[in-house]
């Protein structure tokens, strides 16, 4: 893992798109989300603060995608097409940052990710109304040769 000064080096996979960010709380707001978008997409996010990230290279290359609300902003690459950040609606003062676009760092590194419950938005739902989290994903490596 790439740090200087907290901060972590990452970019999309052709590289066209580079960013420093230093997490929130490290690694460890690791987590996926159930939503439509979110389970066709598949990464596991972390959190950051939006002053927290800077594009240093190829930001003229990032695309915008909303849907629904139109309040998160979801970023990728327009080369590779790979999801870099999010801004998020229900914390809106945060972006979800791609794991696997962090130098050093590979989803597979978690043995086990929390999955928010997303098909319910928390902002739609009324205080107490369904759990959080709808469970777990976990990784177990394969030790045979």
């Known amino acids: 893992m790439n740090s200087t000064d907290g901060k972590l080096q990452g970019s999309c996979h052709c590289g066209s798109v580079r960013f420093q960010v230093r997490l929130s709380d490290g690694l460890k707001t690791a987590r996926r989300c159930n939503c439509s978008y979110c389970r066709m997409r ?23 995608y909303q849907f629904h609300t139109m309040q998160a902003k979801h970023y990728f690459c327009s080369k590779c097409g790979i999801y870099t950040h999010h801004q998020r609606r229900s914390k809106p ?5 791609n794991v ?3 130098e050093g760092i590979s989803p597979f590194d978690f043995e086990e990710v929390a999955v928010n419950e997303g098909r319910l938005h928390p902002k739609d739902k009324s205080a107490g109304g369904g759990p959080d ?8 490596p394969n030790t045979a040769p």
């Open 133 to 140: 989290i709808a469970g777990y994903l976990r990784f177990f």
């Open 100 to 102: 696997a676009c962090l």
């Open 42 to 64: 598949g990464a596991i996010a972390v959190s950051a603060a939006l002053q927290d990230i800077e594009i240093t290279s190829g930001e003229e290359l990032l695309t915008l």
């Open 93 to 97: 003062d945060q972006f979800g940052i």
